[in-house]
């Protein structure tokens, strides 16, 4: 289903369905933008007012807190909307029929 980190394969290796006809967005990205960072921000918090480290420390705990929660969160939710979208048969006004293809 993906090409790469976050981004669609041209096509389905399976069925060969056509990836290009849905539109799923950046919706994820802005979801989870808020969502991690409030988690960083969370533990950032929580790191300078009990434990105080050095600065190396936050890099290496919020680093990975949140890069690796945003990579596989966009995986999960970008699947998910094109999911949606191919169930409900949903696409941009004037494109042709999923079921045509």
């Keep these: 289903m993906f090409a790469g980190i976050a981004h669609f394969a041209p096509r389905c290796e399976k069925c060969g369905l ?8 950046d ?10 960072g409030a988690l960083a921000a969370g ?4 790191l300078a007012l009990d434990v105080d480290p050095p600065v190396w420390v ?16 966009l995986r999960v939710s970008k699947a998910a909307l ?13 494109a042709k029929d999923v079921d045509s293809q």
């Design 18 to 25: 056509d990836f290009g006809s849905f539109n799923v967005g």
């Design 27 to 36: 919706g994820p990205a802005a979801f989870l933008t808020f969502g991690v």
């Design 43 to 46: 533990v950032a918090a929580w």
């Design 58 to 73: 936050y890099v290496a705990v919020l680093v990975p807190l949140v890069v690796l929660p945003t990579l596989y969160g």
């Design 82 to 94: 094109l999911t949606a979208e191919y169930q409900r048969r949903a696409s941009e006004a004037g």
